[in-house]
Nanobody, 118 residues
Framework: QVQLVESGGGLVQAGGSLRLSCEAS????????MDWYRQAPGKQRELVAT???????NYADDVKGRFTISRDNAKNTVYLQMNNLKPEDTGVYYC????????????WGQGTQVTVSS
């Protein structure tokens, strides 16, 4: 049974930082590409950051320079360090695990709420 469990969300003031974690089980973690998505109220879920099984990284334009994605294959965990947070970063953050050749989302976590106050 595949499980992705996010943690680390919370309420923070604008300009603050949070570190999200997503621990995976039931998959060969090191093989999978890992993504972080977010969904703001009333909006579609959007891709925020990606890290491949080889360590290649991509970010959405609006988080470049503020967010850092990383992975620890020994701990089956992917992280999202979020600095200089803005109110528009508010939303539910989800991690996703997909096979390297897939362009569609694979396994989802339950999400963790991030709220940035102005």
């Amino acid at each position: 049974q595949v499980q992705l469990v996010e943690s680390g969300g919370g309420l923070v003031q604008a300009g603050g930082s949070l570190r999200l974690s997503c621990e995976a089980s039931g998959i060969v973690f090191s093989f999978h590409t890992m993504d972080w998505y977010r969904q703001a109220p009333g909006k579609q879920r959007e891709l925020v950051a990606t890290i491949s099984n080889g360590g290649s990284i991509n970010y959405a334009d609006d988080v470049k320079g503020r967010f850092t994605i990383s992975r620890d294959n020994a701990k089956n965990t992917v992280y999202l360090q979020m600095n200089n947070l803005k109110p528009e970063d508010t939303g539910v953050y989800y991690c996703n695990a997909r096979t390297p050749w897939s362009t569609r989302p694979g396994y989802w976590g339950q999400g963790t709420q991030v709220t940035v106050s102005s």
